[in-house]
Nanobody, 119 residues
């Protein structure tokens, strides 16, 4: 059974930080390209960050470059998203997934974790 469980979201003030976790089970995240996505109400799901399975090379959407960092822990089989200098525009529900050929999500979506940035 493949499962993706996101956690770490919450309410934070602008300029604050959060670290999101994506705990995977049923597969080895080190063998897959892993990505974080976010979706706000009425908006399309947006790819935020990704990390390659072998080289560890990371990619980010322009709006989060310099503020977000994606990483993985092979021992814990967990992908992280460190989010610093948060802005209200970052408010969304965040999800993770494995990606095939950098465009197709491989597994069923988890419940995600809500991030709300507001003063």
């Amino acid at each position: 059974q493949v499962q993706l469980v996101e956690s770490g979201g919450g309410l934070v003030q602008p300029g604050g930080s959060l670290r999101l976790s994506c705990e995977a089970s049923g597969f080895n995240i080190s063998l897959y390209y892993m990505s974080w996505y976010r979706q706000a109400p009425g908006r399309e799901r947006e790819l935020v960050a990704g990390i390659s399975a072998t080289s560890g090379v990371t990619k980010y959407v322009d709006s989060v470059k310099g503020r977000f960092t994606i990483s993985r822990d092979s021992v814990k089989n967990t992908v992280y998203l460190q989010m610093n200098s948060l802005k209200p525009a970052d408010t969304a529900r965040y999800y993770c997934n494995a990606v095939f050929q950098m465009q197709i999500e491989l597994f069923n979506w988890g419940q995600g974790t809500q991030v709300t940035v507001s003063s």
